[in-house]
């Protein structure tokens, strides 16, 4: 385990924390955890993390078949170091003194499922992870670290003080009641900070744009990305087409604005409802397909690998970085809603609003409320039974 003085994580976002020689002078040490590591989506994404040079420690949790997966991903030589962690015990470890925390641990769904019916198992899966999170690696900000100075602050055994951070991505399902019991869970031990908790629905934009691309006749991706991915691994994620997706992610709750995307295709409005059902149904295309075998695997670990990303890029400094993603928000009467999101060394720095919708995605928005808002409160009663 590498400890972080307190100086060095004041300075940690705009200068050099360097590592065994890994890092470059102006990447800062960052710790991503992922839970879940060893399953369908644990693994492609620990693949990804690992490609990412903005990671330096990847600490992959899973209550088994880690030490395997570990094993096999440290070979590869990109600069971060590897830790397999497996069984509770090792839980701990794991997470203190992650930056961002990756959560897809959890079970996925068979067809004719729902995700809400995964919700009798994920809930607890997610309520005992948070619980550790909130343990070992709980964010405090400035102020309440300055109030509650004894709380917070501990002295570890080399005499340095620490202070924990980390950014939750929430992946498991479903999204729209885990996360809430995120909320819970981190507020009843203290450690809630609405600018660090994330549902990922990276993978709803991701689909929107695919889609929206094909059916418009616009590039999915320039060919600036494709070739820099051969070449710099660094802007690896980044696609030229941009659909925000907002709401939820579960069916309804998934509200592709096709009115906003760019660059603007001529759609008719039957191809904007074909595609609006084809974002919403995406998952449900996915569960099929695979008949029996899990839930889109590899499209969600480059999904959570952009968003986690972005989530790196915003604590390292950048001012710029916009995803959508599930965060706690009054831009509606909901108290958890998706949205785009600007990232920065906090977290959410900005929750952004909706922008002019058109009268199809008004009507999209006022139809997926009471599903979400009743998703979200069984999510915050669970956590409080
Ligand atoms: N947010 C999204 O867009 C999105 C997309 C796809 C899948 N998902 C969800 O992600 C979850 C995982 O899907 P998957 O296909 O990887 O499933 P999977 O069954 O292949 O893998 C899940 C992994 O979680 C592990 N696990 C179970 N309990 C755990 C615990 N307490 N601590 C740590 N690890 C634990 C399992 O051992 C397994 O390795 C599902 O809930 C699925 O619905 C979300
Ligand atoms: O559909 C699922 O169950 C998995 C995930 O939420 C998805 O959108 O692919």
């Not at 405090?140 to 004894?150: A, D, I, T, Y």
């Not at 006749?217 to 820099?228: H, R, T």
């Not at 959508?324 to 958890?336: G, K, N």
């Not at 997926?368 to 009663?381: D, M, N, V, W, Y």
């Amino acid at each position: 385990m590498m400890w972080r003085s307190i100086k060095s994580l004041t300075t940690s976002s705009s200068s050099h924390i360097l590592r065994r020689g890994y890092a470059s002078e102006a990447v800062p040490y960052r710790k991503v955890a992922v839970l879940g590591a060893a399953g369908g989506i644990g693994q492609p994404l620990a693949l990804l993390m690992k490609l990412n040079p903005l990671v330096s420690s990847l600490a992959l949790y899973d209550i088994a078949n880690t030490p395997g997966v570990a094993a096999d991903i440290s070979h590869i030589n990109t600069r971060s170091e590897v830790y397999g962690y497996s069984g509770e015990a090792e839980l701990g470890k794991a997470l203190e003194g992650a930056d961002v925390v990756i959560i897809p641990a959890g079970v996925p769904r068979k067809p004719g499922m729902t995700r809400d019916d995964l919700f009798n198992i994920n809930a607890g899966i997610v309520k005992g992870l948070c619980e550790a999170i909130a343990k070992h690696c709980p964010h405090v900000s400035m102020e309440l670290l300055l109030e509650q100075v004894c709380l917070y602050v501990r002295v570890n055994l080399d005499g340095l003080v620490e202070l924990y951070l980390a950014l939750v991505n929430m992946i498991s399902n479903p999204v729209n009641s885990t996360v809430p019991i995120a909320a819970e869970i981190f507020k009843k031990a203290g450690t809630y900070d609405p600018k660090r908790l994330f549902g990922v629905t990276t993978l709803d934009v991701v689909r929107a744009k695919t889609f929206y691309a094909g059916k418009g006749k616009v590039p999915v991706a320039g060919m600036l990305d494709m070739w820099i991915y051969y070449t710099d691994l660094v802007s690896f994620f980044g696609s030229e087409v941009n659909v925000p997706v907002v709401g939820g992610h579960a069916g309804i709750t998934i509200l592709p604005l096709f009115s906003q995307a760019t660059p603007k295709a001529n759609l008719s409005d039957a191809e904007i409802t074909a595609l609006t059902k084809r974002t919403q149904d995406g998952g449900t295309e996915v569960v099929e397909a695979k008949a029996g075998k899990g839930s889109a695997t590899l499209s969600m670990a480059y999904a959570g690998a952009v968003f986690a990303d972005a989530c790196l890029k915003g604590l390292n400094g950048a001012s710029d970085v916009v995803e959508c993603s599930f965060v706690q928000s009054t831009i509606t009467e909901l108290p958890f809603f998706a949205s785009k999101v600007r990232l920065g060394k906090n977290g959410v720095e900005e929750v952004l609003g909706l922008g002019p919708l058109s009268d199809y995605e008004k009507e999209g928005l006022e139809k997926l409320k009471p599903e979400l808002q009743s998703s979200i409160e069984k999510g915050i009663k669970f956590a409080n039974q």
